[in-house]
């Protein structure tokens, strides 16, 4: 045993465990069309690639109008916005108010989307359009929602090419992290990562 490395200490796995320590995740923006023909938008950062192939999933809850939204549309979008577009992306986290909804999305401009009906955030350096793939309910109070992925688009700036150096690639077009809980950093050096020879998928 290395004596100079820190103890583990026992979380108390009566309580969510997700605040007691920082990980690194991205954060996206999910779309979903209202039930009165209103857009709505709210940032995920439990949001990620399912598998190889093309599908998409986020955590979500039976309480957010998200959900409600894709169950009853059947659809939903996904935009990665870039560190620039990090305060319109917090606040389409506000609160919703009766009769006015989520006035903060004013500050969201939004594109439409091309295959599914609903909108994509203006500037985001990825766009996904999803159709319902299935939602799985009663993870305690979440559910996980996946989409597969109908339409994407990436920015110019953004798209790797064959032979490009990537490491300039996120230099020039820096990514947005988010170090949950409550942090976020912008990614704007990156290094090769040491995969073992003879690595397989
Ligand atoms: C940085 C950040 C990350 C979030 N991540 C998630 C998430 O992964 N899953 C989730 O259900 N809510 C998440 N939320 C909360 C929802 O975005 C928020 O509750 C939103 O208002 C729900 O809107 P809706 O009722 O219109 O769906 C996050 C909020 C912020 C600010």
């Not at 209103?38 to 957010?64: E, Q, R």
């Not at 599914?116 to 109070?141: P, T």
């Not at 559910?143 to 090419?161: F, K, N, P, Q, Y």
Request: aromatic share 8%; net charge negative; proline share 7%.
């Amino acid at each position: 045993m290395d004596e100079n490395l820190p103890e583990n200490v026992e979380l108390d796995i009566s309580e969510p465990i997700w605040d007691r320590f920082f990980y690194i995740i991205s954060l996206v923006i999910i779309g979903t069309r209202e039930a009165d023909g209103g857009h709505d938008l709210a940032p995920k950062h439990m949001a990620m690639p399912i598998g190889w192939d093309n599908y998409f999933g986020f955590v979500c809850s039976p309480t957010h109008a998200t959900q409600s939204n894709a169950e009853r549309s059947g659809v939903f979008t996904v935009s990665y916005p870039r560190p620039d577009q990090l305060l319109q992306t917090s606040l389409a986290a506000s609160p919703r108010f009766d009769k006015v909804g989520k006035p903060a999305l004013a500050a969201l401009p939004v594109v439409p989307a091309r295959v599914v009906d609903g909108v994509l955030v203006e500037g985001a350096y990825v766009e996904l359009e999803c159709e319902l793939e299935r939602i799985i309910d009663g993870f305690g109070r979440n559910s996980l929602i996946i989409g597969r992925i109908v339409a994407a688009r990436a920015a110019e700036d953004a798209l790797r090419v064959m032979d490009g150096d990537d490491a300039d690639l996120i230099h020039h077009s820096p990514l947005l992290a988010y170090l949950s809980p409550g942090r976020f950093a912008k990614v704007d050096q990156s290094l090769s990562f040491p995969f073992p020879a003879g690595m397989r998928k």
